[in-house]
C-alpha cells in the first residue's frame, strides 16, 4: 500500500496530466470533473456521480439541482469530507475559490504550501491553469470552503 502523500502526489499529477493548458468546455473539462477526477484516483467513492452528463454550465447546474446540490460546494459537503481552512490544505485536497458562476469553483491543491498552489479553472484564462499565490477563497455559512480527501 502506497504511502498517502505517495497517493496525494500522484492524484495531483493525474489531474494535471489530464487537465493542464486544456480548454474549459462543460461536461468535458470543467470543475465537477476535476474534482471528480481527483476523488476517483484518491479512491473516494462519489455515488451520486455516476453517469452524471452534461454539455453546459445550465445543464451542469441542473443536474445539480436535480440531485438537491444548489452548488458544487454542498455536492462535496455530501461526501462527508472533512472541511478544512485552506492554510491546511495538503496536494490533492480541493479547495473553492471565489465566483460570480451559480456551480461555484473548484481546485485542486498541487503541493503542501496551504493551498497557494492550485490547478483549477479561472474567469481570466480559457485553459486549466497553475495558479500561485492564492490568497482568496470561497466561503459559505459554515467557514471556509476546503476539504480534506485523505
Same mark, same amino acid.
Given at each position: 500500500? $502506497?504511502?498517502?502523500? &505517495?497517493?496525494?502526489?500522484? /492524484?495531483? &499529477? /493525474?489531474?494535471?496530466?489530464?487537465?493542464?493548458?486544456?480548454?474549459?468546455? %462543460?461536461?468535458?473539462?470543467?470543475?465537477? $470533473?476535476?474534482?471528480?477526477?481527483?476523488?476517483?484516483?484518491? +479512491?473516494?467513492?462519489?455515488?451520486?456521480?455516476?453517469?452524471?452528463?452534461?454539455?453546459?454550465?445550465?445543464?451542469?447546474?441542473?443536474?445539480?439541482?436535480?440531485? +438537491?446540490?444548489?452548488?458544487?460546494?454542498?455536492?462535496? #459537503?455530501? $461526501? #462527508?469530507?472533512?472541511?478544512?481552512? %485552506?492554510?491546511?490544505?495538503?496536494?490533492?485536497?480541493?479547495?473553492? $475559490? %471565489?465566483?460570480?458562476?451559480?456551480?461555484?469553483?473548484?481546485?485542486?491543491?498541487?503541493? #503542501?504550501?496551504? +493551498?497557494? @498552489?492550485?490547478?483549477?479553472?479561472?474567469?481570466?484564462?480559457?485553459? @486549466?491553469?497553475?495558479?500561485?499565490?492564492?490568497?482568496?477563497?470561497?466561503? #459559505?455559512?459554515?467557514?471556509?470552503?476546503?476539504?480534506?480527501?485523505?
Amino acid at each position: 500500500m $502506497l504511502d498517502p502523500r &505517495e497517493r496525494r502526489k500522484r /492524484a495531483a &499529477e /493525474a489531474c494535471r496530466k489530464r487537465f493542464h493548458h486544456k480548454p474549459y468546455k %462543460p461536461g468535458t473539462r470543467d470543475c465537477p $470533473l476535476l474534482a471528480l477526477h481527483d476523488l476517483r484516483q484518491l +479512491g473516494v467513492s462519489v455515488p451520486w456521480a455516476k453517469g452524471l452528463r452534461w454539455k453546459s454550465e445550465a445543464e451542469g447546474l441542473k443536474t445539480l439541482k436535480a440531485l +438537491g446540490f444548489a452548488n458544487l460546494i454542498e455536492a462535496l #459537503d455530501s $461526501l #462527508d469530507l472533512a472541511r478544512i481552512a %485552506p492554510a491546511m490544505a495538503r496536494t490533492a485536497d480541493i479547495v473553492a $475559490l %471565489p465566483t460570480t458562476h451559480k456551480l461555484g469553483a473548484l481546485a485542486i491543491c498541487m503541493k #503542501d504550501d496551504g +493551498g497557494r @498552489t492550485l490547478l483549477g479553472y479561472t474567469e481570466a484564462s480559457p485553459d @486549466t491553469e497553475i495558479l500561485t499565490n492564492v490568497t482568496d477563497f470561497a466561503r #459559505d455559512e459554515r467557514g471556509y470552503c476546503a476539504w480534506r480527501v485523505i
